[in-house]
T-cell receptor, first 114, second 111 residues
Framework: DTAVSQTPKYLVTQMGNDKSIKCEQN?????MYWYKQDSKKFLKIMFS???????INETVPNRFSPKSPDKAHLNLHINSLELGDSAVYFC?????????????FGPGTRLTVT | RKEVEQDPGPFNVPEGATVAFNCTYS??????FFWYRQDCRKEPKLLMS???SGNEDGRFTAQLNRASQYISLLIRDSKLSDSATYLC????????????FGKGTHLIIQP
């Protein structure tokens, strides 16, 4: 019973390519997120969606485009991949309304751009 | 000033000992606080939410000090399996706000 799942787990691609990562949650949450963990292990928010609507868009290059077809899914498409995009990308989900804003993470997608 | 700060360690602790970590946050409007555990090459896993009154879950105790803007995690009777990186996380508001993480404290429990 995987609560938050991501595909693929590993992604190796060349500079300039376009790739997508998919995320699904079966927790019944209405809010989903993308985080990036770089080579220094620093974990940082990229986007958040609530009921398919974009809420947070941190200073992320517009080559990154999230899409939420429904509240259980959040995908991340990356255009024109660059070496600096190599990182682990984590999807997470939570409830929008409190009292608990606990976020639960997927297993991550390790992206390597060569 | 960094938003969430933690001592990166590593903390080398003998099995059975008690170990404590602190984490400070800069945004006084922060509302929710968490400790996550992250094993090598894995996702962060929620360890505990942290409440003003303090909370305990087995060998783990978390405290929040709003006046001094820090949260703490105490691990009693540490086990080899407690070896991991412990991430402090803060949410400024609620709703769809992202977590702001510290860089983590690396804990190594030695037999």
């Amino acid at each position: 019973d995987t609560a938050v799942s991501q595909t693929p787990k590993y992604l190796v691609t060349q500079m300039g390519n376009d790739k997508s990562i998919k995320c699904e949650q079966n927790l019944g949450h209405d809010t989903m997120y993308w985080y990036k963990q770089d080579s220094k292990k620093f974990l940082k928010i990229m986007f958040s969606y609530n009921n398919k609507e974009l809420i947070i868009n941190e200073t992320v290059p517009n080559r990154f485009s999230p899409k939420s077809p429904d509240k259980a899914h959040l995908n991340l498409h990356i255009n024109s991949l660059e070496l600096g995009d190599s990182a682990v990308y984590f999807c997470a989900s939570s409830q929008f309304r409190g009292p608990s804003y606990e976020q639960y993470f997927g297993p991550g997608t390790r992206l390597t751009v060569t | 000033r960094k938003e969430v700060e933690q001592d990166p360690g590593p903390f080398n602790v003998p099995e059975g000992a008690t170990v404590a970590f602190n984490c400070t946050y800069s945004n006084s409007a922060s509302q929710s606080f968490f400790w996550y555990r992250q094993d090598c090459r894995k996702e962060p896993k929620l360890l505990m939410s942290v409440y003003s009154s303090g909370n305990e879950d087995g060998r783990f105790t978390a405290q929040l000090n709003r006046a001094s803007q820090y949260i703490s995690l105490l691990i009693r009777d540490s086990k080899l399996s407690d070896s991991a990186t412990y991430l402090c996380a803060v949410v400024a508001g609620g709703g769809a706000d992202g977590l702001t993480f510290g860089k983590g404290t690396h804990l190594i429990i030695q037999p």
